[in-house]
């Protein structure tokens, strides 16, 4: 009589547990799904279609600002320091460029009074820079300064494409389903190694 009370008691609790054991996997079954379910829509939500225009926009406006709303602080100043470099040498070629000109104006209207008759000791019968000498030196530093005014409105426009660049990758949609890892296989019959890219896509 014992035996069948402390039998039922054992069943009643085996099922009870069983019961709740399965209760408990469903629980935890459905969790994950919640969070990825809500995790995607968290995602979807922060796509913005527009973030790289504004990015774009705002690099073009002033030059790093772009990357400051893209948070990449560090290119800042990359930019400034890029930008800035062109714009220097171009501001120097055209102070140069405008000395020779200046020089070759006053000697063509019969003047020798221009900065290159004069040396530390005083005038020159002879100048240090002949009128030849001129027209090649404004040639020279005009050349330069179209090369730097080139090249800085280059550096502007790949500060604006960085900018624009940078907004679309990080709204670009890495999903876990998709994964593609390398992939190394032995062949134990002819002693090969195979090697090469595996892409996985799960439904």
């Not at 926009?57 to 990359?78: H, M, T």
Request: glycine content about 6%; some cysteine.
């Amino acid at each position: 009589m014992l035996n069948k009370h402390l039998l039922t008691c054992i069943l009643t609790f085996w099922c009870f547990f069983s019961l709740f054991a399965q209760e408990d996997n469903k629980k935890k079954e459905e969790i994950p799904n919640i969070i990825a379910v809500d995790s995607i829509s968290e995602v979807k939500e922060a796509i913005d279609p527009l973030r790289p225009a504004k990015a774009a926009f705002y690099s073009a406006l002033l030059p790093g600002l772009g990357q400051a709303y893209n948070k990449k602080y560090w290119k800042i100043p990359i930019v400034w320091g890029a930008i800035g470099t062109g714009i220097y040498f171009y501001v120097k070629n055209d102070k140069e460029y405008n000395r020779y000109r200046d020089a070759y104006k006053s000697r063509l209207a019969g003047f020798t009074n221009d900065e290159f008759y004069f040396d530390s000791n005083g005038k020159l019968t002879n100048p240090r820079v002949t009128t030849d000498g001129l027209i090649r030196g404004q040639e020279f530093y005009r050349r330069n300064k179209q090369v730097a005014l080139l090249v800085t409105i280059g550096l502007y426009a790949l500060n604006i494409i960085d900018a624009n660049v940078d907004a679309h990758l990080m709204q670009f949609n890495v999903d876990e389903n998709l994964s593609l890892a390398p992939h190394y296989e032995f062949n134990e019959f002819d002693a090969s190694s195979n090697l090469g890219l595996t892409l996985n896509f799960k439904f």
